[in-house]
């Protein structure tokens, strides 16, 4: 009778430790999936935004003259390049597989996106900075006053809308950290981190 019980204790704890087991795992794959997600939004987000600037770029920069011309016209050839790493970051957010990571991988990746999305904002600031020396610089004599204030206006245009949209996939990546919690748990030793094999 006692070796019935304590068999009964074994595979009770195994199945408890079994479901323990699927349930981070199902928590390690619902993050993983929410941070691809949310990469492939992001950068669909990004090249409407380029295709939305190529294409008016193109279209008013043949009506336009002035530095409203030249401002259509770097429009459109700026778009061209977050048109590209739209379409590369789109398409290597899709190949990741959510199941790959564990979990110190998962946390990697997670704050990995979160400091190239603040490094992108910094980057961002310098355009803004780079398109008011060119607005600027067009109020000397002796200078194409026409296209450096119209590519300076569009690199302002273009910086501060990369900005908002690095800042605001910050803040979308950094409130799901809390979720972060379900895949690190407290032992009875302190805090330490669920590993599943």
Known sequence: MQHQRLLLFCLGLLAFSYLAAQEANDALLHFNQARIDHQQKAMLTLGGWAVVNIATGLSLRNSADGSTKHFHEMNALWNVVNLGIAGLGYYAASREDPTALATFGTIQEHYKFEKILLFNAGLDVGYMLGGLYLTE?????????????????????????????????????????GDLKLLLGRTSEGIGMTLTF
Do not use: C, E, H
């Open 137 to 177: 610089r067009a109020k000397r004599p002796g200078v194409n006053a026409d296209q450096l204030k119209g590519f300076g206006n569009s690199i302002m245009l273009q910086g501060g809308f990369l900005f908002v949209f690095d800042l605001v996939n910050y803040f979308i990546s950094s409130g799901r950290t």
